[in-house]
């Protein structure tokens, strides 16, 4: 079985924004508390922050990270998490049934942030609160100072402007379970206000509505022609989420998932050129799918979960090797859509449905799933071209024909590099994939990383952190006049590098 593709410079696809490969942390379960933040750990720095943590997330190459929430954030009053720690109320945290200590807020994240090597996406409370809460935090956090709020940060000790550059409106506003969700008319009205103000304050920052929750909401595509009705020339990109799970333990249709997200990012992304047109306006918007992952290991151990703990191991999915390929495909879709989609956000970081775990007073590994996000998010920068990929394909009931490999490729300009992603959706055999590469005359394979498993619920864990692994393929490779012919393992994430 073979499946062909040609990488051409004119199949350009469009430039890569790094903040593509951004993350997620919430106030939720032990994201933050038993995650980044663990006074007391062995390898805690001064300010309570995991060394080790650290370590992975800057391996793992994360540009961005979104804060606080989620759906934290639509009960969150930012003030609670300023000033000394000793005056920080503990609240009863709505979304989740937590307490919240607020040992951890706004200026300590951005610290830590400055630490992992990454930014802050920064959401701001729709929900229970508005216009007023959120222009006085873009004061609070950007404002230079000689204002009750920005020097209410120096008297925190932060002289200097944190200068978060990206702001959400909110989060998942569309929700029944979201704290004080909205009509999308009572929301777009409320995001166009709040974010006029907030570029007001600070009119260098980029602003971020919120889309559907998922492709599933009844609303979905209407809820975002009207919130872009209302809020087109004020914002700069919508949201997207989506989580898929394997419930039904079939792994060709949960493989299938990928395409259902580029189904769901074309039609977002002709629901704003629709709002583009009917507005005449100039200005393109872009995507910003700022929550996506697997999730669903874990909704039964939630279920049974007491309220009102301090940090509850919630949403503590433990991955698979399946979910790896599903990710691997998922990053694919993403950067086949990197023309309008900008910027993305795994969710999320740490402990919560996330690349890396922890144990509280222990030790720290890598999920499945860290592999290829580390290897989209190291190599996958430049720009995207499309590989025009032919691949015979198996049928599904709901999403038509499924082709066994998809791949994309990134072209590096920096250092000329070029990366091939592959995934091989077939079980029990393996696909030749061959390329016609003619048009990059002089390159040289230098790599092949591999991902693949015998078991596909092969699992990582604290005890077997190494079970599944990358591994060089390099001997499946050959590259000779141009023509890239490789072995693709059965049910396998691959990376081929050119220089
Ligand atoms: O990431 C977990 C939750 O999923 C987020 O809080 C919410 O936005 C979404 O429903």
Redesign the pocket.
């Known amino acids: 079985k073979t499946a062909t593709f040609i990488a051409h410079p004119e199949f350009e696809v469009g430039a890569v924004d790094p903040r593509l490969f951004g993350s997620?942390i919430?106030n939720?379960g032990r994201a933050v508390y038993g995650g980044v933040y663990e006074p007391g750990h062995p390898s805690a720095d001064d300010q309570g922050f995991r060394q080790d943590v650290i370590e992975l997330v800057r391996e793992l190459n994360v540009p961005i990270v979104r804060y606080p929430?989620?759906?934290?954030v639509s009960g969150y009053n930012w003030e609670d998490g300023v000033g000394p720690l000793a005056d920080r109320p503990r609240r009863l945290e709505l979304?989740w049934r937590t307490i919240e200590t607020n040992a951890v807020g706004t200026n300590e994240f951005v610290d830590w942030a400055r630490k992992a090597n990454t930014e802050v996406m920064m959401a701001v409370n729709l929900g229970t609160r508005g216009a007023d809460a959120a222009r006085n935090l873009v004061e609070y956090c950007n404002h230079p100072g000689g204002t009750a709020w920005s020097d209410l940060r120096v008297k925190h000790g932060y002289k200097d402007p944190h200068k978060i550059k990206t702001w959400c409106l909110g989060?998942?506003m569309d929700?029944p379970?979201q704290i004080c969700s909205k009509t999308a008319e009572e929301y777009g009205r409320a995001a166009a206000e709040a974010g006029k103000l907030m570029k007001w304050v600070d009119p260098t920052i980029e602003l971020v509505a919120c889309g559907s929750?998922s492709s599933n909401m009844p609303s979905f595509p209407a809820w975002e022609s009207t919130v872009l009705d209302h809020t087109y020339e004020h914002v700069d990109f919508i949201s997207l989420?989506q989580?898929y799970g394997n419930k039904d333990n079939s792994l060709p249709s949960f493989l299938a998932r990928s395409v259902d997200m580029e189904r769901f990012i074309k039609t977002v992304t002709s629901t704003c050129d629709f709002v583009k047109a009917k507005k005449r306006s100039k200005k393109t918007m872009n995507l910003s799918f700022d929550?996506w992952?697997v999730?669903f290991h874990s909704n039964n151990a939630d279920a049974e979960l007491a309220p009102w703990q301090i940090a509850p191991p919630q949403?503590e999915d433990i991955y698979t090797f399946e979910d790896a390929l599903v990710v691997g495909l998922m990053l694919i879709a993403l950067l086949r859509n990197a023309d309008r989609v900008k910027m993305g956000c795994l969710?999320?970081l740490v402990n919560?449905?996330a690349p890396i775990m922890t144990v509280n007073g222990g030790g720290i590994w890598r999920q499945t799933i860290f592999y290829p996000f580390a290897h989209a998010s190291q190599y996958g920068r430049g720009v995207a071209l499309d590989l025009r990929i032919q691949s015979p394909a198996y049928e599904t009931t709901d999403l038509g024909d499924i082709p066994y490999i998809d791949a994309v490729a990134t072209m590096n300009p920096e250092d000329e590099s070029i990366s091939i992603f592959a995934v091989s959706r077939a079980q029990g055999e393996p696909f030749t994939l061959e390329g016609d590469l003619r048009s990059f005359a002089g390159y040289e394979v230098t790599d092949h990383i591999v991902l693949a498993h015998s078991d596909p619920k092969a699992t990582n864990t604290l005890a077997n952190p190494d079970n599944v692994v990358p591994h060089c393929g390099c001997s499946n490779t050959r590259f000779e006049d141009g023509r890239l012919t490789s072995l693709l393992t059965p049910l396998s994430w691959n990376v081929i590098r050119l220089e």
């Open positions: 997620f919430e939720l929430g989620g759906n934290f979304a989060n998942e929700g379970w929750s989420h989580y929550e992952n999730w949403l969710a999320q919560v449905i």
